[in-house]
């Protein structure tokens, strides 16, 4: 499935029978604008729908579990795509190292409609990549680069938690925080992505 067919908002909304009705299929929550009233503090679940045609539109949100991947080779060109290239930081020994991974979040159904009226569509560039970068460099910045294959479960807990404070008032909810690969990369060479010690995190 593409990035664009996984983003947690959903674009097209099955609005049927002149636009009375709107369809919510499994897995997914559906939040209302109404021109007078505008964001809609209720949610709505899986089923078919009465809305108010032409005066009220309904927005589709996926309310799965969604994996945001850090690797090598993503394109962040596509800005709410569902991922980021490497993370690089810096350990306690002053090591560079990059850092892929993955986070697996969901929206918090209850404060979907504040997720949208306050942040709106592109959360993935406003909140998800900014607040995950600065907080796992920072993660990773408080230990030696010796310790990180021994303390992997730690650091992971630590970001899941962190995580999920800063977005517990954005609608966001982080199931998960797992990473897969870091790598001490040489300062001095012109190809940063060329290491010099590989740190195994993988059980």
Partial sequence: MADFDKLVVSFLVDEVVGGFFISVPPGHVAC??????GVLKRVWGPGLHLKIPFWQVAKLFNAQILEYTIHHGFDISQKEALGDEPI?????NNKNITIEGSILFKIDKANAPELWENIGDNFISKVVRPYSRSRISSAFSKFDSSEIGAERTKIEGVLRDELNK???DKGLIIENVLFSEVKIIDPGTKHPEKTILSAPVSD
């Fill in 166 to 168: 800063l977005f517990e």
């Fill in 32 to 37: 209302v604008y109404d021109r007078g009233l």
């Fill in 88 to 92: 690089v930081a810096t350990t306690k």
